[in-house]
Protein backbone atom coordinates (compact mmCIF):
# COMPACT_ATOMS: atom_id res chain seq x y z
CA UNK A 1 0.00 0.00 0.00
CA UNK A 2 1.02 3.81 -0.83
CA UNK A 3 1.68 5.98 2.27
CA UNK A 4 -0.36 9.09 2.66
CA UNK A 5 1.61 12.22 0.85
CA UNK A 6 4.31 13.82 2.83
CA UNK A 7 6.61 16.73 2.80
CA UNK A 8 10.20 15.23 2.28
CA UNK A 9 13.45 16.13 0.77
CA UNK A 10 14.84 14.35 -1.53
CA UNK A 11 17.66 14.06 -4.25
CA UNK A 12 15.60 14.52 -7.69
CA UNK A 13 16.68 12.70 -11.17
CA UNK A 14 15.48 13.12 -14.25
CA UNK A 15 17.72 10.86 -16.27
CA UNK A 16 17.23 10.48 -20.35
CA UNK A 17 19.15 9.27 -23.16
CA UNK A 18 19.41 12.06 -26.45
CA UNK A 19 18.82 11.56 -30.08
CA UNK A 20 16.35 8.55 -28.81
CA UNK A 21 13.55 9.78 -31.05
CA UNK A 22 15.43 9.54 -33.94
CA UNK A 23 17.37 6.67 -33.34
CA UNK A 24 13.93 4.62 -32.70
CA UNK A 25 12.91 5.56 -35.96
CA UNK A 26 15.10 3.08 -37.38
CA UNK A 27 14.25 -0.32 -35.37
CA UNK A 28 11.51 -2.77 -34.69
CA UNK A 29 9.23 -2.09 -31.89
CA UNK A 30 9.82 -5.24 -30.55
CA UNK A 31 13.86 -4.60 -30.88
CA UNK A 32 12.74 -1.18 -29.15
CA UNK A 33 10.77 -2.73 -26.44
CA UNK A 34 13.89 -5.03 -26.02
CA UNK A 35 16.21 -1.73 -25.63
CA UNK A 36 13.71 0.08 -23.41
CA UNK A 37 13.30 -3.57 -20.79
CA UNK A 38 17.32 -3.51 -20.80
CA UNK A 39 17.50 0.13 -19.84
CA UNK A 40 15.25 0.11 -17.01
CA UNK A 41 16.53 -3.05 -15.63
CA UNK A 42 20.17 -1.25 -15.80
CA UNK A 43 18.46 2.25 -14.46
CA UNK A 44 16.42 0.47 -11.80
CA UNK A 45 19.36 -2.13 -10.71
CA UNK A 46 21.61 0.74 -10.35
CA UNK A 47 18.94 3.26 -8.36
CA UNK A 48 18.31 0.56 -6.16
CA UNK A 49 21.75 -0.80 -5.24
CA UNK A 50 22.52 3.57 -4.45
CA UNK A 51 19.15 3.22 -1.73
CA UNK A 52 16.95 5.20 -4.59
CA UNK A 53 14.07 4.61 -6.29
CA UNK A 54 12.47 4.75 -9.60
CA UNK A 55 9.47 6.83 -9.11
CA UNK A 56 8.70 5.93 -12.59
CA UNK A 57 9.84 5.11 -16.48
CA UNK A 58 8.41 7.18 -19.40
CA UNK A 59 9.85 6.31 -22.91
CA UNK A 60 13.57 7.17 -22.72
CA UNK A 61 13.47 8.70 -19.61
CA UNK A 62 12.90 8.29 -15.46
CA UNK A 63 12.47 10.02 -12.76
CA UNK A 64 14.57 8.94 -9.75
CA UNK A 65 15.01 9.83 -6.25
CA UNK A 66 17.10 9.42 -3.19
CA UNK A 67 16.84 10.02 0.51
CA UNK A 68 18.96 12.91 1.48
CA UNK A 69 21.34 10.73 3.88
CA UNK A 70 22.10 9.29 0.20
CA UNK A 71 22.69 12.31 -1.54
CA UNK A 72 26.42 11.29 -2.31
CA UNK A 73 25.53 7.72 -3.29
CA UNK A 74 22.86 8.77 -5.51
CA UNK A 75 24.84 10.83 -7.66
CA UNK A 76 27.60 8.53 -7.79
CA UNK A 77 25.32 5.95 -9.24
CA UNK A 78 24.16 8.62 -11.34
CA UNK A 79 27.57 9.38 -12.60
CA UNK A 80 28.27 5.31 -12.67
CA UNK A 81 24.92 4.93 -14.63
CA UNK A 82 26.03 7.38 -17.35
CA UNK A 83 29.40 4.83 -18.46
CA UNK A 84 27.22 2.24 -18.15
CA UNK A 85 24.10 3.35 -20.16
CA UNK A 86 26.33 5.24 -22.61
CA UNK A 87 28.47 2.18 -23.46
CA UNK A 88 25.18 -0.17 -23.41
CA UNK A 89 24.04 1.72 -26.17
CA UNK A 90 27.31 2.11 -28.30
CA UNK A 91 27.73 -1.37 -27.94
CA UNK A 92 24.07 -1.71 -29.41
CA UNK A 93 25.13 0.90 -32.40
CA UNK A 94 22.43 3.28 -30.92
CA UNK A 95 23.84 7.23 -31.14
CA UNK A 96 22.57 7.71 -27.78
CA UNK A 97 23.74 8.98 -24.39
CA UNK A 98 22.25 9.37 -21.25
CA UNK A 99 22.19 13.16 -19.76
CA UNK A 100 20.80 13.16 -16.00
CA UNK A 101 19.13 16.58 -14.43
CA UNK A 102 19.86 16.97 -10.53
CA UNK A 103 18.02 18.95 -7.84
CA UNK A 104 17.41 18.76 -4.09
CA UNK A 105 14.66 19.79 -2.43
CA UNK A 106 11.33 19.57 -0.92
CA UNK A 107 8.35 17.76 -2.69
CA UNK A 108 5.57 16.31 -1.88
CA UNK A 109 5.63 12.27 -2.13
CA UNK A 110 2.96 9.85 -1.75
CA UNK A 111 -0.47 8.54 -4.01
CA UNK A 112 -1.25 10.33 -6.51
CA UNK A 113 -4.01 9.50 -9.52
CA UNK A 114 -7.49 8.37 -9.55
CA UNK A 115 -8.64 6.35 -6.84
CA UNK A 116 -8.55 3.06 -8.62
CA UNK A 117 -5.14 3.14 -9.81
CA UNK A 118 -2.95 5.59 -6.74
CA UNK A 119 0.75 5.12 -7.35
CA UNK A 120 3.40 6.94 -5.88
CA UNK A 121 5.06 10.28 -7.56
CA UNK A 122 6.41 13.47 -6.06
CA UNK A 123 5.21 16.76 -7.33
CA UNK A 124 6.94 20.54 -6.29
CA UNK A 125 9.04 23.13 -7.11
CA UNK A 126 12.10 21.13 -6.86
CA UNK A 127 11.18 18.60 -9.57
CA UNK A 128 10.27 20.95 -11.96
CA UNK A 129 13.82 22.61 -11.84
CA UNK A 130 15.00 19.41 -11.88
CA UNK A 131 13.18 18.86 -15.15
CA UNK A 132 14.80 22.52 -16.50
CA UNK A 133 18.36 22.29 -15.73
CA UNK A 134 20.88 21.67 -18.46
CA UNK A 135 20.82 18.40 -20.81
CA UNK A 136 24.02 17.77 -21.17
CA UNK A 137 25.93 14.93 -19.28
CA UNK A 138 25.41 15.27 -15.53
CA UNK A 139 24.28 18.27 -14.34
CA UNK A 140 23.56 19.57 -10.80
CA UNK A 141 21.51 22.28 -9.55
CA UNK A 142 23.25 24.87 -7.20
CA UNK A 143 21.46 23.53 -4.16
CA UNK A 144 22.37 19.64 -5.16
CA UNK A 145 25.74 20.67 -5.52
CA UNK A 146 25.70 22.13 -1.99
CA UNK A 147 24.47 18.72 -0.45
CA UNK A 148 27.53 17.02 -1.81
CA UNK A 149 30.63 15.94 0.09
CA UNK A 150 33.87 17.43 -0.81
CA UNK A 151 35.09 14.52 -2.42
CA UNK A 152 32.06 14.15 -4.65
CA UNK A 153 32.10 17.79 -5.38
CA UNK A 154 35.22 17.79 -6.98
CA UNK A 155 33.84 15.54 -10.20
CA UNK A 156 32.01 18.70 -11.15
CA UNK A 157 32.82 22.03 -12.44
CA UNK A 158 30.74 25.75 -12.42
CA UNK A 159 28.70 25.99 -15.69
CA UNK A 160 27.17 29.51 -16.06
CA UNK A 161 24.29 31.18 -16.91
CA UNK A 162 22.27 30.21 -15.00
CA UNK A 163 24.76 28.44 -12.86
CA UNK A 164 24.49 24.51 -12.81
CA UNK A 165 27.36 22.10 -12.39
CA UNK A 166 28.73 20.23 -14.64
CA UNK A 167 31.12 16.98 -14.35
CA UNK A 168 34.68 18.08 -14.91
CA UNK A 169 35.50 15.93 -18.14
CA UNK A 170 32.56 17.32 -19.97
CA UNK A 171 33.10 20.70 -22.07
CA UNK A 172 31.35 24.30 -21.14
CA UNK A 173 28.30 24.77 -24.11
CA UNK A 174 28.02 28.07 -25.40
CA UNK A 175 25.16 29.96 -24.36
CA UNK A 176 22.97 32.06 -26.59
CA UNK A 177 24.01 35.00 -23.71
CA UNK A 178 27.71 33.90 -23.66
CA UNK A 179 28.06 33.88 -27.48
CA UNK A 180 26.26 37.15 -27.49
CA UNK A 181 28.99 38.67 -25.49
CA UNK A 182 31.97 37.40 -26.90
CA UNK A 183 30.24 38.48 -30.36
CA UNK A 184 30.10 41.53 -29.36
CA UNK A 185 33.74 42.25 -27.64
CA UNK A 186 35.01 40.77 -30.98
CA UNK A 187 37.30 42.75 -33.25
CA UNK A 188 35.55 43.63 -36.24
CA UNK A 189 36.26 42.15 -39.73
CA UNK A 190 38.27 44.15 -42.05
Not at 35 to 46: P, Q, R
Not at 88 to 110: P, Q, S, Y
Not at 115 to 123: F, G, Q, S, T
Request: glycine letters at 8%; hydrophobic letters at 45%.
Amino acid sequence: MIEARTEVSLLIAFVDLTRFAVQSQRTADADLADLCDEFYTTVGSAVAAAGGAVVKFMGDAALIVFPEDRVDRGVQSLLDLKQTVDRLMKERGWDCRLTARVNFGAVIAGAFGPPEAKRYDVIGKAVNVAAMLDRGGVSLSVVAFRKLGPAMRAHFKKHTPPVTYIRAEDPHRVTAGKLDRVLRSAEPFN
